[in-house]
């Protein structure tokens, strides 16, 4: 049965995707013949200014079915548009607008709309950096090597590995106990790493702090003495770079510790803190509703005070000649993962971005942003981290939540959503730096998650067809420490365990292992990716690089199987033999195959 409507911007629009200022976009749509309307129409929304205009789309060409309408937008200024498509005939109207797989359905009232990104300049893509896995290293619990003496203010636990409330269930004081991960542990395991197919290391904040997390940063220019101090990561870049590995640093720019240089509410430094007084240089840094103990803090955490981001003072010294930016970059670094995005302002964060990138052109400026970051709003402000000047990464949690959702409750649909958005939403280059994750320091251990209901077999089996989707997916995909090895944790703090050297689930490992030398096929680093079929818990997907293909296939339809046809012979990723003809896919199996 024909479609009576024909539009979808993955399809009928030119190009696909985010436009860049001052080039045109040609949308078309298709309207079967015993649907002729008198008058079709976009109408565009400015996002910056809720200004609408209504254009109209010629009538450009007809055959037996469908009658054509076309036209091409120029768009002379970066920032979101938003639009949709009013049909007329006679004294009826209606409107085409979004639906969840991007299709448009006609409505009787306007619906969802659909978004057109359009960006200063293209963001710079680091080949090297999407070229392997991210692995995310969380310093305290990895690994421990040589003797650590313990800050004053800190607890040392002795028991590597031991339970997160052992000693008590007080989070202030979870807060101060360290296992002893170091840097120079990082560096005693680079084989490891590198054997997992990385090419990027991403650290958890290595700064001074008396927390083991060091969310709550004491002094930015210095690496805190217990992980090895600022020769530990000289070091650690330079041994990285040997295994064609780089070093990826997490910064926290939007606020600092109660206990810090900066604001000292404990006494704990020699220097005048904000707290301590209001003549001292750093005031001006923070803000106070009446000082000094009502202070503006992270979400209402009175050791997070949080920055005056506003202040030129501040942001000299962090983003400005000789600054904590240019700084840390000097050392060889790739860029920064930058905590809480969303909570930095535009001048802010332009500031911060234009620092990094002044040390390395292609440096990656990741974002800390947890929905779709191209349309994302902020305390009421939509956001442009990608009109150029700002992000060129962000960690990609639609598409860990799609993949999860996928595989629990067979939501394919679902899961084609979100690639559907990534690809329509996000500048291409910006696309293909994503950070591809199923679980971070935040959040619950995907082993746990997929645990929860099922036996570890199973389990297991359902982590590997996660980290199919992950590895196969736009993007690069990252390892939280310890997921390749079985680690299991629930939210945070308790995802943060210990590496378990010695008691290893060495089947995982190789799994994670395979998968780190599919990565590295050109296919899956620039290829392009269509979604193919997605029902009743199936979801197959393929990328494209000239005449090379892989097709990903899962079904998670818990009583049914799934025939998979295939046009030509083509190899099983997992097995190595050749498949003709068709796949039959079991209930919660899945196959890569490659041409």
């Given amino acids: 049965m024909k479609i009576e409507y024909v539009f979808n911007p993955l399809r009928n629009k030119t190009p696909v995707g985010p436009s860049c200022a001052g080039a045109g976009v040609t949308y078309t749509v298709k309207v079967l013949r015993h649907n002729r309307c008198d008058n079709v129409f976009i109408v565009l929304l400015d996002d910056s200014d809720e200004t609408a205009k209504k254009i109209r789309m010629p009538l450009v060409s007809q055959d037996a079915a469908y009658f054509t309408y076309q036209v091409t937008v120029n768009y002379e200024k970066p920032g979101l548009f938003w639009y949709y498509f009013e049909l007329s005939h006679g004294k009826y109207i209606w409107y085409l607008c979004k639906t969840q797989l991007f299709d448009a359905e006609p409505m009787s009232s306007v619906g969802e709309s659909y978004a057109q990104v359009v960006y200063e300049k293209p963001s710079l893509a680091n080949h090297q950096y999407n070229s392997g896995i991210i692995y995310h290293i969380f310093v305290d619990r990895f690994k421990k090597a040589g003797e650590i003496k313990a800050k004053k203010g800190i607890i040392s636990r002795k028991d590597w590995g031991g339970s997160i409330t052992k000693n008590t269930t007080d989070f202030l004081i979870i807060n101060k106990e360290h296992f002893g991960g170091n840097i120079h542990g990082i560096i005693e395991k680079l084989p490891y790493i590198k054997s997992l197919g990385t090419s990027t290391i991403m650290l958890s904040p290595i700064f001074e702090s008396s927390s083991y997390h060091k969310y709550d940063t004491a002094d930015l220019e210095n690496v805190d003495v217990m992980f090895g101090g600022n020769e530990a990561l000289k070091k650690l870049v330079i041994e990285a770079k040997k295994l064609g590995m780089s070093v990826l640093l997490d910064g926290v720019f939007n606020h600092v510790g109660s206990d810090s240089i900066y604001f000292n509410k404990l006494g704990t430094y020699d220097s005048i803190g904000a707290y301590q007084s209001q003549k001292s240089k750093f005031y001006d840094w923070f803000v106070f509703h009446k000082w000094p103990d009502d202070y503006c803090s992270w979400w209402g955490f009175d050791t997070l005070p949080q920055f005056n981001e506003g202040n030129a003072s501040l942001q000299k010294f962090i983003t400005g000649p000789g600054g904590v930016i240019e700084k840390h970059m000097k050392t060889g670094i790739l860029g920064f993962r930058l905590d809480v995005a969303d909570e930095l302002t535009d001048v802010f964060l332009d500031k911060i971005c234009a620092s990094i990138r002044k040390q390395k052109s292609d440096a990656i400026v990741m974002g800390e942003v947890w929905e779709d970051a191209a349309t994302k709003l902020a305390y009421g402000k939509r956001r442009a981290y990608f009109n150029g000047h700002q992000l060129n990464s962000v960690m990609n949690y639609p598409l860990k939540n799609a993949i999860i959702d996928f595989i629990l ?160 012979q083509m190899t099983d990723f997992e097995t190595g033999k050749p498949v003709k003809d068709s796949v039959l896919l079991h209930p919660y199996s899945f196959v890569i195959l490659s041409n």
């Fill in 409 to 568: 409750n067979k939501n394919a649909e679902g899961l084609a959503s979100v690639f559907c958005m990534l690809k329509d939403h996000y500048p291409r280059e910006v696309a293909y730096n994503l950070m591809n994750f199923l679980g971070t320091h935040d959040t619950k251990r995907i082993l746990t998650i997929l645990r929860e209901n099922n036996s570890d077999d199973h389990a297991f089996n359902l982590l590997k067809i996660a980290t199919a989707l992950m590895y196969c997916s736009p993007g690069v995909p990252a390892v939280f420490y310890g997921d390749e090895a079985g680690v299991v944790g629930g939210d945070a703090p308790f995802s943060r365990v210990c590496f378990p050297w010695g008691r290893e689930d060495k089947t995982s490992i190789a799994w994670y292992r395979k998968l780190g030398e599919l990565r590295v096929r050109e296919i899956l680093v620039s290829g392009d990716c269509n979604v193919l079929f997605v029902h009743n818990g199936v979801f197959i997907m393929e990328r494209r690089l000239g005449n090379e293909r892989i097709i990903v296939a899962a079904n998670c339809c818990s009583h049914e199987n799934f025939k998979l046809n295939i046009e030509s």
